[in-house]
């Protein structure tokens, strides 16, 4: 089966934006990546169902977000908003409200815009965090991650203070804080993903490289930690980055850079405790972002040091990962998205 997937990442060095390729399932195969956009700095990206795509970008000395129609044979930009002294370092639509929350790390504060049926980006409010961590990279809030509950409500990952937030989002022009959870001091939780059926979260902790197991209160948006295991061990050239699941719930993955791995944990079946089972090799620096393909047969992650990405075969009955072997280059990569 073909499937497609983006790659973007930075533009500092070589890299040109956002680039498109076609992966095949039934082996494996990844063409060579071919510049589908080209825009300044998209770090993260993510698609709309109706192929909007939506991608951080920098423009001079300003940061934000713009949006593409990509689903005819040539992009169309549609709108750009770069209003913000940076751009953001995470981006996520709901398509249930056509809603747009970006997460500006180094601005402390996560703004909600909407994105009209034209591709239009309308502001409709933000949110701004204070508040520090023990660790010299945690000199301020740093929101790192903004996406859903399983609930639809805003949840966000503060790297800079150790603290999880979860919003009401009803009234998306007026966001209510519902719950606060701190984190263990010098944590730094980056991102997190829900367990498919089950009231879980898993947070994967930069400094730490460490995933928390919480379990999430829908009725009061609170968060308790339950269990706590290693991606990798807890050095300080450790930073764990991306997490995963399987749509089965019975696997999940974290990468590290500095160890320049990927953690396989098997999932108790009441979704409550992690089991690691092994750690496998990116075969390269900076393994920062990742993604398992449609059919949940492969993975593959970038390599943001070493400019490339690893393709792995995916056990889907063990979750065991098993690195092909033959990295294909592409420029400053620090994020992956199948469509």
């Known amino acids: 089966m073909i499937e497609k997937v983006l790659f973007s990442g930075y533009t500092k060095k070589t890299g040109q934006g956002v680039y498109s390729a076609e992966f095949d399932s039934d082996n494996g195969k990844l063409s060579t990546p071919k510049v589908l ?99 010299i990279e945690q000199d301020q809030s740093k929101p790192h991650y903004s996406a859903l509950t399983p609930d639809g409500k805003l949840i966000i990952c503060d790297y800079g203070a150790d603290r999880i937030y979860i919003y009401d989002i009803e009234d998306p022009k007026e966001p209510k804080l519902m719950n606060n959870y701190i984190a263990p001091a010098g944590y730094a939780p980056r991102h997190l993903v829900f367990h498919p059926t089950k009231p879980y979260a898993y947070v994967a902790c930069e400094l730490s490289s460490k995933v928390l197991v919480m379990e999430y209160d829908s009725e009061t948006a609170g968060l308790t930690l339950v269990d706590e295991v290693d991606a990798a061990k807890d050095e300080q050239k450790n930073t764990t980055a991306a997490i995963r699941i399987s749509k089965d719930g019975k696997f999940l993955y974290a990468s590290t850079r500095g160890a320049n791995t990927i953690a396989t944990f098997s999932v108790d079946k009441n979704g409550d405790r992690l089991k690691k089972i092994n750690t496998t090799s990116t075969n390269g620096k900076g393994p920062r972002d990742f993604d398992i393909d449609p059919s949940e047969k492969y993975v593959i992650a970038a390599n943001q040091d070493t400019d490339d990405v690893a393709i792995f075969k995916r056990n889907p009955n063990k979750g065991i990962l098993t690195n092909l072997g033959n990295n294909i280059s592409i420029p400053e990569c620090t994020c992956v998205h199948f469509i």
Do not use: C, M
């Not at 593409?68 to 996520?92: A, H, N, R």
């Open 37 to 135: 956009v080209e825009v300044n700095g998209p770090t993260y990206i993510d698609v709309t169902n109706d192929l909007k795509l939506i991608a951080l970008a920098k423009k001079d000395d300003r940061g934000g977000i713009v949006v593409y129609d990509i689903s005819g044979e040539k992009p169309q930009l549609l709108d750009e908003d770069f209003s913000e002294e940076t751009s953001p370092s995470y981006v996520k639509f709901d398509p249930s409200r056509n809603l747009i929350f970006s997460a500006y790390f180094h601005l402390s504060k996560v703004k909600i815009d909407h994105l009209t049926t034209d591709g239009k980006i309308e502001h409709y409010s933000e949110v701004k965090f204070e508040g520090h961590g023990p660790r």
